[in-house]
C-alpha cells in the first residue's frame, strides 16, 4: 500500500504535520504528568482515582498506549510508508480515547481521531481496489480512493471551523465580561493600554469587542472561503493566521492540526511551489536572525512584562519581519508559511521545555 | 469528480458510490458529535471550545435543545451521609463534595456515580444521599449502595465532571490520592 496513493505531496505533507502535531501532544503530556508526579505510572494512577477513565485499562496499557503514539508520529515524519503507519496511529488513537486524563476527551484530539480514520479507511479502500482488480488496472478506482480521501478530509475540517462558530452563538459569548475571547485578548493589549490616557476598561471592553465579532466573521466565513475553490487558499491564511494568537498563550493543539489541514486545499503544482520558494528563500543568514531574535525575545527578556510585550512584538511579524522581510514583499503566501512554523517550533519548546524546567519546583512531591 | 465520472466503468462507478458512502457516513457521525451538546447526549469533543455553550446547551441563541438522550444530568448534593467506609478516597470524595457545595458548582451524576460505586465496594457500606437535579428535581437515596442504577457509569466522560468546572480541585484530589492527607488547601 505504501505510498501508492496518489495524493502526493499534499498527503505527505499532512502526514508530516499532523506526525508533528501529535508528537507536541504527547510532549505536552509528558511535561504535564513530569512537572505533576515525575513518574508517568504514578500519574495514571493518581487520576484513575480521581476519574471513571482509567478502570478500563490499567495504567501500563496507558503506558504502552502514549509510548506507541510517540513512536508511530515519528513514523509519520521520517518514514516513506505513512499510509501504514497512519492506520496503525488510527488504531492505537481510537484505544487511547479510553485512556485520558480529565477533563476528558478534548475537542482537538476528536478532530486526529476522524482524521486518522478518514485516512485509514480510504486507504483501505485504495488497497482493496489495487488487490481485487490486479496490476496495473486500479488506477481508475485508487484516484476515485484518493478523491474521496481528500474530500472527507475537507469536510471535516470545515464542519469543525462551523461548529466552532455556531455554538459561539449564545449569551455567554457576547457577554464582554464573560467571553472566553477575553483570555486570548486581555494580555495582548495589557501593554498597549499602559501607553494610553484613556480609560482602561472601556479599552478592554471595545478591544474584546471587536474580538467577539471579528472571530465569529472569521470561523463563519472560514468554510465558505475553503469549499470555494477561488477562495480555498485565502481561507487556509486566514484559518493560520487566526491561530497565531492562540499560539501566543500557549494553546498548541489546535494550531498545530489547522496547519496539518493547510495542505489539502492546495493543488499538488501550489503546494510543489510554495515548498520550492520556501526553501530558495531558506538561508542561513535567515534562520540565523531568526534565531537570535527568538532566543533575545524568549530567553533574555528581564520579566513578564517584558515577556508579555516582546509576545505582542513576536506575533506581529517581529523576526520574521526582520529575517524574511524581503519575503514577505515579494510572496506573502511564503511569509505566512515561515512565521508560522517558526511560531509553531518556539511555541513547542516553550511549552516543553522551559514549562517544565520553571514548574518542577512546585511538582508534587509525594512527602509533601 | 466530474471528469472522472464521464470515463467511469461500472465497476468504478460502484467504487465511487461506495466513496461517497463513505464520505456521508463520516460526515454524519461528525455532525451528529457536534450537534451532541444540544441532544443531551454528551458536551465534551464536541467542538464547544471556548464557546462559552453550557454543558446542557440551553444558552444558545436560536437552535432549540431536542432532548432525545438525557445525559446531561447535573446535580447539586445537599446532603450525604456515608456509614461503614472509611478509606481515604471517602474522606477526599466528602471533602469534594463539601467545596462543590459552597462554591455553588453542580456535580455531574455519572461522575457522582463512580465514586458512590467506588465507595460502595467497601462492606457494610450505606451511603444515604440527598440532591438536587439542575432542572429542580429533589431525589433522595436512603442507600445509594443498594440502588444500583446509582452506581452505574459509564467510563467515558461524556460531560464536565462539574460546572462550573472543578478541574483544579480534581487535579489537586488525585495529587493527593495517595493517602498523604485531603487534598483541599
Known sequence: MGNRMSGGLRLRSFYVLLGIGCLAHELQFIARQYRWTGSFRLHLEKWGEVSPVFTVFPPMIGLVVHVVIFILALGLIVTRRQQIIASLLAMIVVLSLFTIAPPGISNHYIVVTFALLITATFGALSHLAIKSQGPGTYQGTTEIADVALFRALKHLFVITYFFAAFHKLNEEWFDLTKTAAREFIVPYITPLISLTRGNSTDLIHATVAVGVYATLAIEFSLPFLLLWRTTRILGCLLAVAFNVPIMGQGVVDYPAIVLAFSPIFFTEDELQSLFSQLLSNLTMVRLSIATFLWMYIYLCSPDKIMKTTWQVLNHTGGYSLVAFGDVLLRQGLIFAWVYIGCTFVQELFWNVALKVRSTHDVAYNPNS | ?185
Open chain 2, 1 to 185: 469528480m466530474k471528469k472522472i465520472t464521464s470515463r467511469l466503468k461500472p465497476r468504478e462507478l460502484r467504487f465511487r458510490a461506495l466513496s461517497l458512502g463513505l464520505i456521508l457516513l463520516f460526515d454524519s457521525l461528525y455532525i451528529i458529535n457536534c450537534l451532541a451538546p444540544y441532544l443531551g447526549l454528551k458536551f465534551n469533543f464536541s467542538q464547544t471550545m471556548y464557546s462559552g455553550l453550557l454543558p446542557t446547551a440551553e444558552n444558545h441563541l436560536f437552535f432549540p435543545k431536542i432532548p432525545i438522550f438525557q445525559y446531561d444530568s447535573y446535580a447539586s448534593i445537599t446532603s450525604i451521609d456515608i456509614v461503614g467506609s472509611e478509606t481515604v478516597h471517602r474522606k477526599n470524595f466528602e471533602s469534594f463534595v463539601e467545596s462543590a457545595r459552597n462554591s455553588g458548582q453542580f456535580i455531574h451524576l455519572n461522575f457522582l456515580k463512580y465514586h458512590l460505586d467506588r465507595i460502595c465496594r467497601e462492606e457494610n457500606t450505606s451511603i444515604a444521599i440527598e440532591y438536587q437535579t439542575y432542572w429542580k428535581r429533589r431525589v433522595y437515596h436512603a442507600d445509594a449502595c443498594a440502588t444500583p442504577r446509582m452506581r452505574q457509569y459509564s467510563f467515558v466522560q461524556l460531560y464536565p465532571s462539574c460546572w462550573p468546572t472543578c478541574l483544579d480541585e480534581l487535579t489537586r484530589w488525585a495529587r493527593k490520592a495517595d493517602g498523604s492527607g485531603t487534598w483541599q488547601r
